[in-house]
């Protein structure tokens, strides 16, 4: 048993060691030589022995017995005429019983494991050394191509547990309904506030619509932002080189602008189809043919969705599948990265909807803030009917500010005609009554910030009456250069676009003052 453990352990560990050196010194194999994998030889010996190892016989034994005790054949000659019908035989029987008595076991079978063991541990200790000090030689590409190989899976897995955990996210968010939670919570609010109004609560009322505005103006900037500015403006799409621009990005552009996403989706579904059918194509040439369409329109829907419209979990997810495709260049990994590309589409869907539903959320939280403006007038106005059950409670934002907008109206709130390039026109109606005794929290302040623009850079004080006309024409110059940073200011503070209006005529009316008019 012994000397079958240690034949068939030195043929494992030869057998380790070629394939040691045809994986180090030629990059044939892998390499997949760890410290554990040392232990593999003795697996094998151990196995091998198992499998291999029989039980001898009893004329083995028995010749075994008289070679080891020296009893000239006496014990193998007892075996052999066990069933002979010859008259020696018990004989030999009774000698043999008799010699038995002093023949030990271990003279017989003796157990030197010493030897054997170093033998051993030697053989494992140099291998384990070469193991350890032996370079990596690449001398035809091979470990190369491996290692790239494996870095790709990786980048690969790494993709799809990021495609996973997206989709998980966006999918609690539930994008396919018309708003989301937090907007149509706060919406609900604001109805609850206009319907609860009450004419002879000018104050309570100015404070709830106060406190509304803080709340959805911040909940328009956390949704908007920069994000979809250049959605809502086709002019500041960048084209393509060359003034070529994708024919489809107008239509995405123009649909996502009004919450509406089933253009891109409709284009991904395709998308999903073509990787779908590449990974069964057989043909190499159909192959080559449906990777060059997948990549054209995979990158025309990351340029849309990353210079276009600015929405970078739209663009990343677009970008993933553009790696993806790039790993379908990999024979070997051609199924995986095309799977891992269908997922990205799904993924990018999911991310379409919820641009469109963001998109929804900030044309209706825009929409509340003209009601609540509107609303505000109403009530500066001490208006007699505004009384949210005389508003009959409307189902949505749009009859609260059809309701206000006709209230406005009859109060001589409105717009008159403009005549032509002159500017706009005097509105009906007399002024709004006010009461000077009325308690309010309004407090008169003075804003520090200088009008003129740069720094001040010298002061001259003196005495005598200034030159007629000349500290007003410096007070409008200074006004001037105000007024033509104010759209710049508006944009660059991210302004609702409820008070665009109201800043402009703000301005406006300072220089209006300075006219005398």
Sequence with gaps: MGCLFERVFLWATGTYVLLLLLSRLLALLPDLFSPMSLLSPLVVATVGCLVFHHRPTRVETAHLIDERADTGDLFLTNVLLEKSPESYAPIVRVQARDRSGSVLPSQIVPYIWHRPALRLVGVLAVVALAARFLPQLDPFGHEEDRLRIVQQEKNLENTRKATTMR??????????????????????????????????ERKRNAERLVRQK???TNQWRKTAGEKFRRAMDG???????????????????????????????????????????????????????????????????????????????????????????????????????????????????LE?????????????????????QMARRANAKGAKGLDGKKAGQPAGIESYMDYYEKLLREMGDGKGTGGGMGGEGTGKGNKAPEDDTAKSDFTSEQDPTLLSSGKLLLKWKTKGAAPTGRSREAYRESLRKVKQGVNEAIERENVPPGYHEAIRKYFDSMGAKDDGT
């Design 352 to 372: 379409a909807e919820a641009t469109a539903q963001a998109m929804r959320d900030m044309q209706a939280l825009e929409q509340a803030m003209q009601a609540m």
């Design 214 to 216: 803080k709340t959805v």
């Design 235 to 349: 002019q500041n799409a960048s084209p393509k080189f060359g003034g070529m621009r994708n024919p489809k990005a107008a239509e995405w552009r123009k649909q996502l602008a009004k919450g509406n996403a089933s253009a891109l989706q409709k284009e991904l579904k395709e998308l999903k189809k073509l990787a779908e059918k590449l990974a069964e194509t057989t043909d190499p040439e159909e192959a080559r043919r449906l990777k060059r369409e997948l990549s054209r329109r995979l990158k025309q829907v990351a340029d849309f969705a990353k210079n276009e419209m600015g929405t970078p979990e739209l663009a990343a997810a677009a970008e993933r599948a553009m790696k993806q495709m790039a790993m379908t260049e990999m024979d070997k990994m051609t199924k995986d990265a095309l799977k891992a590309l269908a997922e990205s589409m799904d993924l990018a869907s």
């Design 167 to 200: 989709r998980k996210a966006l999918k609690a968010k539930k994008p396919e309904e018309r708003l989301s939670k937090k907007t149509q919570s706060m919406l609900d609010a604001l109805k609850l506030t206009f319907a609860t109004m009450k004419p002879e």
